[in-house]
């Protein structure tokens, strides 16, 4: 059973719907009410007075109309058409102020809504795990938060709304009209079961195609995504027309489900129009009989309601079908906003947590064992990160350097065994807690489109320009942001692409150095900088590691030769611990290591 619903959206809005709905039924009633009163109002302009053509067992509505109609034409002819247009004027005044609001009201639902569904997704993508992350396209995230809203809003929200008002002015219509005449009305219903059977054969296969078409559309956006962000690639490889067919097939094939789809949906509007249009002729015929007849059981004026009442009934009625079509089609589209919003964070806080402990030992692996997709990572990691002390983890490509580390700011949480912070174990402390202790800084550097003040203090609120400056200078980037046009304010790019290599880890380092924690982790922070950027970045390393706990990926082996401690992983196993010089002596796997790259 799903979590979230429709009605789980629009749950907090029940107050404003309950309000939408009487509106929509007092428009509705004003609407039929202006009707009744045109009607007399041709019939006092063409007659003497009401029709006193004789009635078989005349309604209680006729007698109603009878009185008080007879009772504005008794002022005479021309007040009683000036009573009967003010009169008019009122009603459809009336019915067009509560149509309004009606509108009005519901369409804040509406908008509100979208804006809860956008911050529940935005507040779950950044909450869900790093492993879902990364194994699922970005452009399909992207769609879901984007595209699917858009469809959710156009063809499930525009739809409910729509079918609602419809089913009210339908329901209050033929309220009416059974009571005018119920054996008419009754013939008019024999019909609906008929249609009722044409759209259910159109509508089985829209929910599939729906669903079809939303995963295309995320791919699409897949595709444009990935083509942007590799172009350097495309461009190099002389690929541009290979990749330019194969999105023209792609789009081909998407351009025909979507038009597979519109005419089905395009289908439901002439096939009810084409229904009312023969139940009109059929009530023209039989209700003419029952006027004309030598025991008329309608009058003409009366009848005439009834035909201008059916007629207004086939726009709302003809609406019903197509909604229900457009629901079809766009329940694909909240399907995969469910789906996202029912993932299952796989880091369990705890009912009872743990202050973060004042950190005297260090962070202690026990034992610590993590499979990712049944393939196991890591086996039996038992290792103390001491406080303090710098500790360097080299290995080959997939050993596990990246996933022990992860695990340390509980991005992951171990399959079996425990990591502990002195003696208090991860799983007892609050996620943001341990993260509040650490900074980190990566190979692939994380800025944002704005200011470099904004990069270096991401996530802080209470800092100082000098505390700011004071960071930048201990990373070796103050020199260069001040020669930027407007220094500290300088807008650096989509992930600071206004910038070089080195400059955006410098800025990464200076926003560690301001965070000022007690752990700190560096993955592999200078693998793709050239030599002189190196230097600088490891100037600021070396600065910022002191008397700091700190956790190196290596992946230049002469960034870690005064390390306190190195590890060696291999297929996810400690190798080798030890300094430097006491892992050359054992000629092993790190030796290797360092004759490869000359150290």
Same mark, same amino acid.
């Given at each position: 059973?799903?979590?979230?619903?429709?009605?789980?959206?629009?749950?907090?809005?029940?107050?404003?719907?309950?309000?939408?709905?009487?509106?929509?039924?007092?428009?509705?009633?004003?609407?039929?009410?202006?009707?009744?009163?045109?009607?007399?109002?041709?019939?006092?302009?063409?007659?003497?007075?009401?029709?006193?053509?004789?009635? $078989?067992?005349?309604?209680?509505? #006729?007698? %109603?109309? !009878?009185?008080?109609?007879?009772?504005?034409?008794?002022?005479?002819?021309?007040?009683?058409?000036?009573?009967?247009?003010?009169?008019?004027?009122?009603?459809?005044?009336?019915?067009?102020?509560? +149509?309004?609001?009606?509108?009005?009201?519901?369409?804040?639902?509406?908008? /509100?809504?979208?804006?809860?569904?956008?911050?529940?997704?935005?507040?779950?993508?950044? +909450?869900?795990?790093?492993?879902? @992350?990364?194994?699922? /396209?970005?452009?399909? %995230?992207?769609?879901?938060?984007?595209?699917?809203?858009?469809?959710?809003?156009?063809?499930?929200?525009?739809?409910?709304?729509?079918? %609602?008002?419809?089913?009210?002015?339908? *329901?209050?219509?033929?309220?009416?009209?059974?009571?005018?005449?119920?054996?008419?009305? %009754?013939?008019?219903? $024999?019909?609906?079961?008929? $249609?009722?059977?044409?759209?259910?054969?159109?509508?089985?296969?829209?929910?599939?195609?729906?669903?079809?078409?939303?995963?295309?559309?995320?791919?699409?956006?897949?595709?444009?995504?990935?083509?942007?962000?590799?172009?350097?690639?495309?461009?190099?490889?002389?690929?541009?027309?290979?990749?330019?067919?194969?999105?023209?097939?792609?789009?081909?094939?998407?351009? /025909?489900?979507?038009?597979?789809?519109? /005419?089905?949906?395009?289908?439901?509007?002439?096939? +009810?129009?084409?229904?009312?249009?023969?139940? =009109? *002729?059929?009530?023209?015929?039989?209700?003419?009989?029952?006027?004309?007849?030598?025991?008329?059981?309608?009058?003409?004026?009366?009848?005439?309601?009834?035909?201008?009442?059916?007629?207004?009934?086939?726009?709302?009625?003809?609406?019903?079908?197509?909604?229900?079509?457009?629901?079809?089609?766009?329940?694909?589209?909240?399907?995969?906003?469910?789906?996202?919003?029912?993932?299952?964070?796989?880091?369990?806080?705890?009912?009872?947590?743990?202050?973060?402990?004042?950190?005297?030992?260090?962070?202690?692996?026990?034992?610590?064992?993590?499979?990712?997709?049944?393939?196991?990572?890591?086996?039996?990691?038992?290792?103390?990160?001491?406080?303090?002390?710098?500790?360097?983890?080299?290995?080959?490509?997939?050993?596990?350097?990246?996933?022990?580390?992860?695990?340390?700011?509980?991005?992951?949480?171990?399959?079996?065994?425990?990591?502990?912070?002195?003696?208090?174990?991860?799983?007892?402390?609050?996620?943001?807690?341990?993260?509040?202790?650490?900074?980190?800084?990566?190979?692939?550097?994380? =800025?944002?489109?704005?200011?470099?003040?904004?990069?270096?203090?991401?996530?802080?609120?209470?800092?100082?320009?000098?505390?700011?400056? !004071?960071?930048?200078?201990?990373?070796?980037?103050?020199?260069?942001?001040?020669?930027?046009?407007?220094?500290?304010?300088?807008?650096?790019?989509?992930?600071?692409?206004?910038? +070089?290599?080195?400059?955006?880890?410098?800025?990464?380092?200076?926003?560690?150095?301001?965070?000022?924690?007690?752990?700190?982790?560096?993955?592999?922070?200078?693998?793709?900088?050239?030599?002189?950027?190196?230097?600088?970045?490891?100037?600021?390393?070396?600065? @910022?590691?002191?008397?700091?706990?700190?956790?190196?990926?290596?992946?230049?082996?002469?960034? *870690?030769?005064?390390? #306190?401690?190195?590890?060696?992983?291999?297929?996810?196993?400690?190798?080798? $611990?030890?300094?430097?010089?006491? =892992?050359?002596?054992?000629?092993?796997?790190?030796?290797?290591?360092?004759?490869?790259?000359?150290?």
């Amino acid at each position: 059973m799903r979590k979230y619903f429709n009605w789980t959206f629009a749950k907090p809005y029940i107050v404003n719907i309950i309000l939408y709905i009487i509106l929509v039924c007092l428009a509705t009633i004003f609407s039929i009410g202006s009707i009744l009163s045109a009607s007399n109002f041709l019939s006092v302009l063409f007659q003497e007075g009401i029709s006193n053509t004789p009635i $078989v067992n005349p309604s209680v509505l #006729d007698n %109603l109309l !009878n009185n008080v109609y007879g009772n504005i034409i008794a002022f005479g002819k021309e007040k009683a058409l000036l009573i009967f247009g003010i009169l008019i004027f009122i009603i459809y005044f009336l019915k067009d102020i509560f +149509s309004y609001l009606a509108a009005f009201i519901i369409s804040s639902v509406r908008s /509100r809504m979208l804006r809860n569904i956008r911050n529940m997704l935005f507040k779950k993508y950044i +909450s869900l795990p790093l492993s879902y @992350i990364n194994t699922h /396209r970005k452009g399909d %995230l992207i769609s879901r938060i984007s595209n699917d809203i858009i469809e959710y809003d156009e063809n499930v929200l525009k739809s409910i709304i729509s079918f %609602l008002s419809a089913i009210i002015t339908v *329901i209050l219509y033929f309220l009416v009209l059974l009571y005018i005449d119920y054996k008419l009305t %009754l013939v008019v219903l $024999v019909v609906f079961p008929i $249609v009722s059977a044409f759209i259910s054969l159109i509508s089985r296969s829209l929910r599939s195609s729906s669903k079809h078409l939303q995963q295309k559309n995320s791919n699409l956006v897949s595709i444009i995504e990935q083509t942007i962000s590799g172009l350097r690639i495309i461009k190099a490889h002389t690929a541009i027309e290979m990749m330019n067919e194969r999105f023209v097939h792609f789009n081909a094939s998407f351009t /025909r489900l979507r038009n597979g789809i519109y /005419r089905k949906v395009d289908l439901a509007s002439p096939m +009810s129009e084409f229904f009312g249009n023969t139940m =009109l *002729i059929g009530l023209l015929l039989f209700g003419s009989s029952r006027v004309i007849s030598y025991s008329p059981t309608l009058s003409p004026e009366i009848f005439i309601v009834y035909l201008v009442l059916f007629t207004l009934i086939i726009k709302p009625a003809k609406d019903i079908p197509t909604a229900f079509f457009n629901l079809k089609k766009g329940k694909a589209s909240i399907e995969r906003i469910v789906e996202i919003l029912e993932i299952e964070n796989k880091i369990k806080e705890p009912n009872n947590p743990i202050p973060f402990p004042n950190f005297d030992k260090g962070i202690i692996f026990n034992n610590v064992s993590f499979a990712y997709l049944d393939k196991l990572v890591l086996k039996n990691i038992n290792i103390v990160f001491e406080k303090g002390k710098t500790t360097a983890i080299v290995g080959s490509s997939g050993s596990g350097k990246s996933t022990l580390i992860d695990l340390i700011p509980k991005f992951y949480q171990p399959t079996e065994g425990e990591i502990l912070f002195d003696n208090i174990n991860s799983c007892d402390i609050l996620s943001n807690q341990i993260r509040n202790q650490i900074s980190i800084v990566t190979q692939d550097t994380i =800025l944002f489109n704005d200011t470099v003040i904004n990069n270096i203090t991401f996530g802080f609120e209470n800092y100082t320009l000098e505390q700011v400056k !004071n960071a930048a200078k201990i990373a070796n980037a103050h020199q260069f942001i001040e020669s930027l046009p407007d220094g500290y304010n300088t807008i650096i790019g989509d992930r600071g692409s206004n910038l +070089s290599g080195g400059q955006r880890q410098r800025l990464s380092i200076a926003r560690a150095i301001l965070k000022n924690s007690e752990i700190l982790i560096l993955d592999e922070a200078t693998s793709a900088l050239d030599t002189e950027n190196e230097r600088l970045v490891q100037d600021a390393i070396s600065k @910022i590691t002191i008397g700091k706990t700190s956790i190196i990926i290596a992946h230049r082996l002469s960034t *870690i030769y005064n390390a #306190d401690k190195i590890l060696v992983l291999d297929k996810g196993e400690i190798k080798e $611990v030890g300094t430097h010089k006491e =892992l050359i002596s054992i000629n092993g796997i790190y030796s290797k290591l360092c004759k490869m790259q000359e150290v």
